[in-house]
């Protein structure tokens, strides 16, 4: 017993991150699940935490308010941008959204009420592990409802085959908002939960590497599922750890190597698994019922 | 103001030569391709790496690294491209698979070269100021305006009166025509992956010894300017993107001009933005295939 809770000391912030991950993997999922590839949600995050921060540290604000502000001065920016950017199909929305979060950033670095590129620091710590995994454990459970329901249905319609959703009377663009809405909601509650966190934010951490980062958890956990992001996030979020020790067994310095396995998993995963790695236990049953039925046949 | 609109040609020349490799592969399979940035890296380390390793002079080491990059660009569309085509959402995937591949060539570059800024030796080019009609400008800058546009003129006459440039017109048109047609559409886009990526990697030289400066990182901010180039420009419209390339760097020179150089990046992704949402078709780019 004692061995078990020191573990959990010892991986507690690895834990809160897992968390905090997961919970921007599913802010993507929430786009990606209606077939809309955004990179907004790193601004979203920088917007959530700059909102949830200066008002813990400035306005000594309680911080449940704090983190209402996270998740709603986010969202209210997403309905603006949300109505003429989701017009944009494809890679015309992934470009259009990468300049919205690179003009959040720019904005933050030139805003010295907020000191610029060198940002806020020593933001109150407030955020503890049980937060983080209820804010998880409430989205998660609200993605779920939303499967098999007539709204998740709905959304699968878009994804599928836009044009033909709308033809069904399927008002496409009022879903697709609100999912854009909620995921921006989503990525800003964990900016502030980071924020109060981690004591800082800068917008250098809100760049563009941050949004393909929140990506590229939805696609290797698999975004067809709502658990998928939470498991890629979690199983990325672990693994560097796990490659500290085989960087030094290799001589390879660990930074590169844990990019090096990162692209090689997320290129494994979109050219073999599609439907992510929680789809491995189903792909290899298959696998292995056509070779049993090829062995049957001779 | 002549001085600046200089700078700002000279800026234009390495965008737009970074960009036309975008449109290239954008106008040909729909697809962008986001480890154009990594190829614009790895191509200045391997210029870099004959300079001051090998002790090439530049003009024989530029050459080497652009077949190096061009040949990189058939290796990622064998491994990143190719096995998605034919998939419903083929623009996407390939899009993240491109992301798997430019996360996959920066590590490599990083674990070879380092994370530190590296530079020419001194005396690879001349660095003599010289005047122009009152404006100062190196030999330097000259050279590579000069080598961007005659690189671009090669792939526009390459396009225009080659039996492979008509090919990669069809493709872009049509790749099920193209194929009717008895044109070997595999190996038509191999070649314009190949011609994409070198004249990423001679951006990618170009931009190395224009700043005198190479680092495993130096493709992340011109990758997010070209974006804005090739929106700016029409995506998959080549001469859009020379024309929005140029039009970019002499915007970002008056900017800093004007309002300050902190703003220099804001500029890009304003008119980025402002571009989707008024006329997302760019200025030369044929409307009707990007909204729903």
């Known amino acids: 017993m004692s061995d078990l809770a020191s573990f959990f000391l010892t991986y507690q912030s690895l834990f809160s991150f897992i968390g905090l991950n997961s919970l921007l993997a599913l802010s993507v999922y929430c786009t990606l699940c209606c077939g809309q590839l955004s990179l907004a949600n790193a601004g979203f995050m920088a917007i959530g935490a700059y909102a949830g921060a200066l008002l813990t540290q400035n306005a000594h604000a309680p911080y449940a308010l704090a983190l209402l502000a996270g998740a709603l001065v986010p969202a209210l920016v997403a309905v603006p941008l949300g109505l003429p950017v989701l017009r944009l199909r494809g890679v015309y929305l992934a470009i259009a959204t990468v300049g919205f979060g690179e003009v959040v950033r720019l904005g933050f670095v030139n805003w010295s009420y907020t000191n610029g590129a060198l940002g806020l620091v020593a933001i109150p710590q407030k955020t503890q592990p049980w937060m983080i995994w209820l804010a998880l454990a409430v989205v998660m459970f609200a993605l779920a409802r939303l499967r098999g329901s007539r709204a998740g249905y709905a959304l699968e319609a878009i994804r599928e085959d836009e044009p033909a959703a709308r033809s069904m009377g399927i008002p496409s663009t009022r879903y697709k908002l609100s999912m854009f809405v909620a995921g921006a909601a989503i990525a800003g509650l964990s900016g502030a939960l980071e924020a109060h966190l981690t004591y800082m934010v800068a917008p250098n951490g809100y760049g563009f590497s941050r949004a393909v980062d929140m990506l590229v958890y939805a696609v290797v956990g698999g975004d067809a599922v709502f658990y998928g992001p939470v498991a890629g996030a979690a199983f990325l979020t672990v693994l560097p750890e796990a490659l500290r020790g085989a960087a030094r067994t290799l001589g390879l310095s660990p930074g590169p190597l844990r990019m090096f396995v990162n692209g090689a998993i997320l290129l494994g995963v979109i050219l073999f698994l599609p439907n992510g790695i929680v789809s491995l236990p189903r792909t290899l049953r298959a696998l292995r019922l056509r070779k049993a039925s090829r062995a049957a046949l001779g | ?292």
């Open chain 2, 1 to 292: 103001m002549w001085q600046q609109a200089i700078n700002g040609v000279f800026l234009g020349a390495i965008y737009a030569l970074f960009a036309v490799g975008y449109a290239l592969v954008f106008g040909v399979l729909d697809i962008l391709n986001l480890a154009h940035q990594a190829v614009f890296t790895v191509s200045a380390f391997v210029a870099l790496a004959f300079v001051a390793g090998g002790s090439m002079p530049l003009a024989i080491a530029m050459p080497v690294a652009l077949l190096a990059a061009g040949l990189i660009g058939i290796g990622l569309e064998r491994v990143a491209f190719r096995p998605l085509r034919g998939r419903s959402d083929s623009n996407i995937s390939g899009l993240i698979s491109s992301l798997a591949a430019a996360t996959i060539l920066e590590a490599v570059a990083l674990q070879i070269w380092g994370p530190d800024v590296r530079r020419f030796p001194q005396g690879t080019f001349p660095d003599k100021p010289l005047s122009v009609l009152g404006a100062t400008v190196s030999a330097l800058q000259l050279t590579i305006i000069a080598v961007s546009v005659a690189l671009m003129a090669a792939l526009t006459a390459l396009l225009r009166a080659t039996r492979l440039g008509r090919q990669i017109r069809a493709v872009a048109e049509s790749p099920r025509a193209a194929r009717i047609l008895g044109v070997d559409v595999d190996r038509v886009i191999a070649w314009s992956f190949f011609l994409s990526s070198a004249l990423g990697g001679a951006a990618g030289v170009l931009f190395g010894v224009a700043f005198n400066s190479v680092s495993p990182d130096m493709g992340r901010s011109v990758e997010l300017k070209g974006l804005a180039v090739i929106i700016l420009g029409g995506m998959g419209s080549i001469a859009g993107a020379v024309i929005a390339g140029f039009a970019l760097g002499l915007l970002e020179v008056l900017t800093v001009v004007q309002l300050g150089s902190s703003w220099r990046d804001a500029v890009s992704f304003g008119v980025l933005f402002l571009v989707l949402l008024v006329r997302p078709s760019g200025l030369l780019g044929k409307a009707a295939i990007r909204e729903a």
